[in-house]
């Protein structure tokens, strides 16, 4: 039974007769943004949906982060002593190795990273529902986790890519997509 035809959390937030409360990329003011601790805050506040980014490393893991570089929230110009880091020059090894609490507040030293996977399994597995912002990544390798973890319409899927939207949508046309833009 496809959640089309079963119970589709994702379909239920479009039924709702109040506005979405959306934990964008956790809960940023608490905790550091896109890291399971934020997300844990998000999920206590009653956020209906947890948003996270995500893009790919170099060896090709999704990895949850926002932005391009990893300068703003990781040690990773002091580690590797250099800025502009792009994400999509380090493995997934180096990028969980990073420390992406201490720049928020030194009690959330040595939080790492999470994976997408990760990130989607523990939203998920604690009642929280996942509105995904993909930054970088195809649209076949986001529905294969998605369809393998049966979360086709238990998450949100969005991105400011239109072409991804159309690719996920192709796959799945039934999924909730949202298309970000100006």
Known sequence: MTP?????????????????IIGHRGYPQLAPENTLPSFRMAIEAGADLIEL????????????LHDDTLDRTTDATERWGRTHIALTSRT?????????????????RGTALPTFEEALDWIQGR???TLIERKDGSAAECVAILS??????????????????????ALVPHQVLGALGP
């Open 127 to 129: 009642g929280g529902m």
């Open 53 to 64: 980014d995500y893009a790919v490393s170099r060896d090709g893991v999704p990895v949850v």
């Open 4 to 20: 089309t035809e079963s119970h589709a959390p994702a379909l239920d937030l479009l039924r709702l007769k109040r506005p979405v």
């Open 92 to 108: 997934a090894a180096d990028l969980r190795s990073l420390d992406a609490g201490s720049w928020f507040d030194p009690m959330f």
């Open 148 to 169: 393998g973890r049966q979360l086709i319409n238990r998450v949100v899927v969005q991105s400011f890519d239109w072409a991804f939207i159309k690719a996920v949508h």
